[in-house]
């Protein structure tokens, strides 16, 4: 079965899937992460500039080693060193898992089409279902589609069956498409 998509839903899945709005929590950990130890090597640069006698000026490496000497482990070091270690543990984990889908490919595979603009193509397909009053679609993982009609309860699966027909025209030009699940009401609210 193939899909028919308008020139215009078509263009608009021409780009890759928007990026994120907010960061991530882990990417402001490594963000931190990665500016301590610019600053350290900073730090080292300089000690080693002014050891070498290029640049005037005390060296912080011979006030900063008698006060390191006398420090002896506790409980509150382990505990930071433990809590240090966990945090660059969670850290790795999260850098190395794999992104969850933010999206499916069209048929070519040279598109992707975010989940959220899936759902607004099958909704616009099913506002024109005969029978239907109103139609929401939510998208993710598997697509809702709720539809109130006035169809007597009798003929519910005449408008499921349509519904369904419509809605795999939209989902056949996606690889992978998601379940569909249809949940009828009659516009009273009986199901």
């Known amino acids: 079965m193939t899909a028919l998509l308008s020139r215009e839903e078509t ?11 907010r960061l991530a929590g882990p990417v402001v950990g490594g963000v931190l992460l990665a500016l301590a130890v610019v600053a350290s090597g900073a730090a ?11 640049v005037s000026g005390a060296s912080w490496w011979d006030d900063l080693a008698p006060r390191l000497a006398e420090l002896r482990p506790d409980a509150v070091t382990d505990g930071v060193g433990a809590g240090v270690a966990l945090l660059a543990l969670a850290l790795l984990w999260t850098a190395l898992r794999p992104a969850p889908a933010r999206g499916r490919r069209l ?16 909704q616009a397909r099913l506002d024109a279902v005969p029978g239907a009053t109103r139609v929401r679609v939510r998208g993710g993982r598997r697509l809702v589609a709720t539809i109130t009609t006035l169809a007597p309860p009798a003929e519910h699966d005449d408008v499921e069956a349509s519904v369904r027909a419509d809605a795999d025209d939209v989902l056949g030009a996606v690889e992978s498409a998601p379940r569909l699940k249809v949940r009828l009401q009659h516009q009273d609210g009986v199901s």
């Open 11 to 21: 263009a608009s899945v021409a780009g890759p899937v928007p990026r994120p709005r």
């Open 107 to 122: 048929g070519g595979g040279a598109a992707v089409v975010p989940d959220r603009d899936l759902a607004r193509w099958v």
């Open 44 to 54: 080292l640069v300089r000690e080693a500039l002014v050891t070498g006698g290029v």
